[in-house]
């Protein structure tokens, strides 16, 4: 899953590093443009059931949760 924030002066490469040591499961890319990318790879591997892409999907959510609480900080 990708989502891109549009640009802002603190989207630097140092904010995204920032919360990419302190987070494992969710990347942060700070784009030269100054958006900022949020990715987090998923495993298809022996394929997708419903209750598995529901597991992925409350994984995705969450990941997005934590990255909302490092941005208010």
Not at 4 to 26: E, G, I
């Amino acid at each position: 899953f990708n989502v891109k924030f549009a640009a802002s002066d603190m989207h630097t490469p140092q904010y995204a590093n920032d919360f990419n040591v302190r987070y494992r499961f969710l990347q942060v890319s700070a784009l030269p443009n100054k958006e900022l990318r949020l990715a987090h790879d998923i495993n298809t591997k022996g394929g997708i059931n419903e209750a598995n892409f529901g597991a992925i999907l409350d994984s995705w959510v969450a990941a997005l949760r934590l990255y909302a609480g490092y941005a208010r900080e």
